[in-house]
């Protein structure tokens, strides 16, 4: 049985270490959006548009760390 709880665990430290890198990939890939558009803010869509990428930015960066908090604490054994 513990060979079966072994490699669950390693399948969700895997997952989480997924979630991650896609999470940070989104995030870097909103930025540069958002740098793109930040000349055109003038213009009410883009303004419009830059807003709801700042404000899905914070909501990505917070996920990240929840994810990030929850992966250290399975790795040190803190979740069973």
């Known amino acids: 049985m513990s060979n079966i709880t ?8 895997r997952n989480m270490e ?8 989104q995030l870097r890939d909103l930025k ?3 740098k793109l558009l930040q000349k055109h803010a003038e ?3 883009f303004s419009i548009a830059c807003h709801d990428m700042v404000a899905k930015q914070r909501d990505i960066a917070r996920d990240l760390l929840q ?5 250290d604490k399975y790795k040190n054994g803190g979740l069973e």
């Open 6 to 13: 072994d490699i669950n665990k390693m399948r969700r430290i």
């Open 18 to 25: 997924k979630g991650i890198s896609i999470m940070e990939e």
């Open 32 to 34: 540069a959006a958002t």
């Open 43 to 45: 213009y009410r869509f």
């Open 67 to 71: 994810l990030r908090v929850r992966l």
